[in-house]
């Protein structure tokens, strides 16, 4: 840890105090939503689409996703 950044001090002592989760576990069809996210990123990743293009289409996806159950 650097003791010489006061905001990298205090920012990992946040992270020290919470806890690490992932938001997928437990939800309907948890795997397929995460791809789905996956795939959008890297679509964003490579320059095939915009955030928001990518925000928007992992939206929908997972709106027809959760309308399933």
Same mark, same amino acid.
């Given at each position: ?6 905001? !990298?001090?205090?920012? !990992? %002592?946040?992270? @020290?105090? /919470? ?6 576990? /437990?939800? #309907?069809?948890?795997?397929? *939503? ?7 990123? %890297?679509?964003? *990743?490579? /320059?095939?689409? +915009? #955030? ?5 289409? +992992? @939206?929908? @996806?997972?709106?027809?996703? !959760?309308?399933?159950?």
């Amino acid at each position: 840890m650097s003791k010489s950044d006061p905001l !990298f001090v205090k920012a !990992f %002592q946040i992270f @020290q105090s /919470g806890k690490l989760a992932n938001e997928f576990i /437990g939800l #309907p069809v948890a795997e397929q *939503l995460q791809r789905d996210m996956d795939v959008e990123l %890297q679509k964003m *990743l490579d /320059g095939q689409e +915009t #955030p928001q293009q990518a925000a928007a289409a +992992t @939206q929908k @996806q997972w709106l027809a996703e !959760f309308a399933k159950n």
